[in-house]
């Protein structure tokens, strides 16, 4: 799934909807960036899990780290890293989540993204304790590259 173009289709649909215009070639488009089905649909799961968790709401970027820490481990979520904190992304490592847990070190490839539930689950943590829309994006598997962790990018959907 291309969340990338998909977000940037339904940031023109919604302007087309304001102005009155039309968006059924859009509708199409956001479909294409969808991708695979299944994996639209895990991500709609972790997303929709992720924002019925009780979380803190905060108010200063630099904190979402911590926040999100405690949530991942609180939820045993996975083991977390948290590389890269802006008020754009966060960028994180996550080893043993459920997705790849009966799964690694099986000599299983995948190719590209596989983990697309705990990006649903990560970009509704932060929503929340954020108040911003996200989406995230898993940026290496670990089913992919043989390393024992799976990074995740998260973006703040700020306009
Ligand atoms: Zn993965």
Known sequence: MDRQLLSNILT???????????????????????GHQLEAIFYYLGHELGTILKVKQINDVTEIPN?????????NIGKVEISESTNEIVQLKLRDHSSIKDLINRGIRTEGSFCSFEAGLLAGI??????????????????????????????????
């Open 12 to 34: 023109q649909m919604k302007k087309h909807l304001k102005a009155g215009k039309e968006i059924g070639d859009m509708k199409v488009g956001a479909l294409l960036a969808l």
């Open 67 to 75: 926040e999100l820490q405690k949530i991942i481990t609180e939820f």
């Open 126 to 159: 932060v929503e929340k304790i954020s108040n911003v829309h996200c989406f995230a994006q898993e940026i290496s598997c670990s089913l992919q590259t043989g390393n024992n962790y799976c990074e995740f990018m998260i973006v703040f959907q700020n306009e």
